[in-house]
């Protein structure tokens, strides 16, 4: 499979700005797009990132929408910025196959000063594959 046109190879560290990417160096590959304004993740089910039984393995899913969701609320809040997960929920709703694309797609429900809460959908070329809600600690600390 090649890569949808308009996607681009994400870089976890430049887009935080930072040196290095951290845990997400080691996930992927992953690319992104804007739609609208909105981040999107997107990444082709390889097999380094399926469990026993060929499938795409649910750790891997629920690692982008985290940082899928955050970007959505990176963008609500016009910048990238600190905001560690405080709470998420996530729903399987079909398998993610090897070979599929699957992408992120979501948005902020609502943010105060300190909290955000964004939910969104994990999408294969059958439909949903994943849905989830996450709240985010909004912080003042900046990423670097």
Known sequence: ??????????????????????????????????VDGMPQIGFEVLQHMCNP????????????????????????????QFTPSVSFNFDFLAPGELGNWLETSGQCTQNTKRTGFVSGLLTG????????????KITNRTIS
Do not use: Q
């Open 1 to 34: 499979m090649s890569v949808p046109e308009g996607w681009s190879l994400l870089d976890v560290g430049a887009r935080l700005g930072m040196d290095k990417p951290e845990f997400m160096g080691h996930v992927g590959p992953l690319y992104t797009r804007d």
């Open 125 to 136: 070329p059958n439909g949903p594959v994943m849905s989830g809600s996450g709240i985010f």
């Open 53 to 80: 039984a060929g499938i795409c393995h649910g750790g891997m899913m629920m690692t982008v929408m985290d940082v899928g969701l955050a970007f959505i609320l990176h963008a609500r809040l016009g910048g990238a």
